[in-house]
């Protein structure tokens, strides 16, 4: 008989990651999925999805059923989560499962109700809801259990969240709707805007993770390849470093400010043990090159990049998985 076990969900925008007790993190794709627009068959989720972005035939819909925080595809994300559920699969793999799923602290209450009966009618036996800015804070092994403040800003796909946490709770909370998505967004109309040239969005994401530091000047050139707009002809550009750094700094310095504005509500006691612990990154930009310099020349707080970002919020799931008993039971 097939024993049941207990898994994580952190549900996000750009990615998902799955967490099963006593194996851990057993899947850890894009968010996406590839939908054949005739028959309403999937085609394919997450990596095998991602590598046909850009390049599927007109018969083929590419779908993120999350973005900015919000769900835009019910259908769609159901589809996406199965197909995910169904990758995870083993021998002997559970039977009506408890699962406890992160997600961001701005899904409204309908929207975080849908999630869960998603999750409820593809088989779980209850269903437990964390916000992941607190899981991401209990994954880089934050004490928030003790009355001492933590801060974090975990950077997703689309939205970033900032929270202050202090006896299992948070104490103050906000995000906003950028993300490494809307970076990569920002490149592609910089480009199109100044050099007539279209590129696709796997190619801004390389520009941003090789090429972008947001705090260090850099004159040196790189070169890219896109789709002429004037002539519709594969073309070759030489960019400036620099560029990037000036294509994203509306948006980056609107999540600035918007930690500036945590801090400034932060209550004074609280605030003192921010200054000296320092403020923690994570999430897929916390290793965005220069920007550790940057937040603590515009804060003058101490600023630190979580050891494993891009699974803090899934370590955490983990941890509580292991423990739910720090779960409230009543949800």
Known sequence: MMLSTDIGIDLGTSNTLI?????????NEPSIIAIDKRSNKVIDTGNNAYKILGKEPKNIKIIYP?????IIDIDALELMINEFIKKIKTNNMFIKPRVLISLSADLTSLEKDVIKEIILKLGARKVYVEPSIKTAAIGIGMNISEPIANMIVD????????G??????IVKYSYVKIGGKTFD???IKYIREKYKVLIGESTAET??????????EDNHTVEIKGKDLISGLPTTISLEKNELKYAIKENLNK???????????????LSADIVEKGIVITGGCAKMKGLLELINKKTN?????????????????GKLINELKLIDEDQ
């Open 185 to 187: 967004e920002d490149i």
């Open 66 to 70: 999350l973005q900015n925080g919000t």
């Open 207 to 216: 520009l941003k993770i090789n090429h972008l530091n947001v705090y260090k």
């Open 255 to 269: 999540i600035i400010k918007e930690i500036i504005h945590i801090l400034e509500q932060t209550p004074p006691e």
């Open 301 to 317: 707080v101490p600023i630190f990049i979580a050891e494993y970002p891009l699974i803090s919020v899934i370590e955490g799931s």
């Open 164 to 169: 202050v946490l202090s006896l299992n709770d």
């Open 19 to 27: 967490y099963e007790r006593k194996k851990g993190i057993v899947l």
């Open 155 to 162: 950077i997703g796909g689309t939205t970033t969240d900032i």
